[in-house]
């Protein structure tokens, strides 16, 4: 194990993805004594509400309910393209923070931005292992990426228990009060998707269904491409409704 790095860097295409996508498990580790770090890969600049000074302020106050240090990469909101700079500047990152593990986005997304991101950062761990890269930093490879499911049904390959942390978890998409449904923040205007009442119950319904499939009140989901490896399978959590 490496000793000067992090646990685990939770990358998102937008502040707020990593929130609704794994703020659970975040919640988890931090009780657990795990450093962290939350990336943002865009600067918000598209956003129908609110605007990217605001979308700063809220990430920030997220990340201090998590316990995690938060930084943005500030590439462009809406066009964010897997190629080269988007891949340094995570790279950079990567080779800064030293983590384990990787957390972010599935491949298969109704938004573009959410698919680049997750080939960005598959392509960015790869090659911040390189001795030879043209890039800053000592070389680094993350042990592990792990992608948390959004709006799509994927099939997942474990689900992480958030039970105890799901008012936390909800706690950390309302400091995100420009995007998602509030009615005392009427001064945020622009209808969309986010920003229904529905949108809120959606979220609850789909960390009900995963953690009905670990017999847990919430949960939430994810993928690895590498099958992961169990160390102790007497280990694993009760599979039973408490
Ligand atoms: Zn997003």
């Not at 990358?11 to 962290?36: N, Y």
């Not at 129908?48 to 998590?66: I, S």
Request: glycine letters at 8%; charged letters at 25%; one cysteine or more.
């Amino acid at each position: 194990m490496d000793q000067d790095g992090l646990d685990f860097m939770a990358i998102g295409a937008h502040a707020d993805d990593v929130e609704l996508g794994c703020a659970g498990t975040l919640l988890k580790l931090a009780a657990l004594g795990r450093r962290g770090v939350v990336v943002d890969l865009t600067d918000a600049s598209m956003g129908t509400r609110g605007t990217p000074a605001v979308r700063l302020r809220e990430a920030a106050a997220a990340a201090r309910k998590l316990g995690v240090t938060r930084v943005n990469l500030g590439l462009p909101d809406g066009r964010l393209a897997d190629g080269w700079e988007a891949q340094e500047k995570l790279i950079r990152a990567i080779r800064e923070h030293r983590p384990r593990v990787l957390i972010t986005h599935h491949w298969s997304e109704e938004h573009p931005d959410h698919e680049a991101a997750a080939r960005i950062v598959k392509a960015a761990s790869y090659k911040s292992g390189l001795a030879k890269l043209d890039c800053p930093g000592k070389p680094f490879r993350p042990q592990r990426i792990f992608h948390f499911i959004g709006g799509e049904m994927q099939t997942p390959s474990f689900c992480v228990d958030i039970t105890a942390h799901w008012r936390g978890k909800l706690a950390t998409i309302h400091c995100y009060k420009s995007q998602f449904h509030n009615p005392a923040a009427k001064k945020y205007s622009g209808r969309t998707d986010i920003s229904s009442a529905a949108f809120l119950e959606s979220i609850e319904a789909r960390h009900r269904v995963w953690g009905a499939r670990i017999k847990r009140k919430y949960a939430e989901a994810f993928v690895s491409v590498e099958l992961p490896e169990v160390l102790d399978i007497t280990a694993l959590g009760g599979a039973r409704f408490a």
